[in-house]
């Protein structure tokens, strides 16, 4: 059974920045994988997307980021570890959430619906 743990939450300044990790237990290689991807809920708020990253054999890798964060978040992920990464920076208050590593063995999961397995979140505050 494939375990998602993600750690590297905790509070930091506006404009600071903080790496999430997200362990995959279970699994022989991410690399079976076809999605992996970061999703964050704030208090009060639905569940949204942050970031996706797939990838296979033959199609090589494909990332999609919420125009929130598009340009100061990466998603990356290391098949040898066993690891996917959200590198967030120029950290904002509205990005305080319980973020949530998921994944799915659909290359190019779109929806929140395809992706059957789920982290128990790390809390982000930025807070002054």
């Known amino acids: 059974q494939v375990q998602l743990v993600e750690s590297g939450g905790g509070l930091v300044r506006p404009g600071g920045s903080l790496k999430l990790s997200c362990a995959v237990s279970?699994?022989?290689?991410?690399?079976?994988?076809?999605?992996e991807g970061w999703y964050r809920q704030a208090a009060g708020k639905e569940r949204e997307l942050v970031a996706r990253i797939a990838s296979n054999i033959t199609s090589g890798g494909s990332t999609f980021y919420a125009n929130s964060v598009k340009g100061r978040f990466t998603i990356s992920r290391d098949s040898a570890k066993n690891m996917v990464y959200l590198q967030m920076s120029t950290l904002k208050p509205s990005d305080t959430a319980v973020y949530y590593c998921?994944?799915?063995?659909?290359?190019?999961?779109?929806?929140?619906?395809?992706?059957?397995?789920w982290g128990q979140g790390t809390q982000v505050t930025v807070s002054s």
């Open positions: 998921a994944a799915t063995y659909t290359y190019l999961a779109t929806t929140e619906a395809a992706f059957p397995i």
């Open positions: 279970g699994i022989s290689s991410i690399g079976i994988l076809g999605t």
